[in-house]
């Protein structure tokens, strides 16, 4: 009998859990973390790598 109400009550935490943890306001991968794979896979060079990271960098200053 316990464990009738026990495994619903667990199922709502780990739900409740994981829904507050993505809804913190930063996204799950940030530009800079995409433009850092594109350029680890080879899809951009250095050059426009550093360009684009330059950009980032200064948009997130006043």
Do not use: C, H
């Not at 009998?1 to 913190?24: E, Q």
């Amino acid at each position: 009998m316990i464990l009738v109400w026990l495994v619903p009550i667990l199922l709502v935490a780990l739900v409740m859990r994981y829904g507050i943890r993505d809804r913190n306001g930063k996204p799950q991968r940030t530009a800079l973390d995409i433009l850092e794979a594109r350029y680890a896979r080879s899809e951009i060079d250095r050059d426009e790598f550093l360009k684009r990271r330059a950009d980032l960098t200064e948009w997130g200053k006043p």
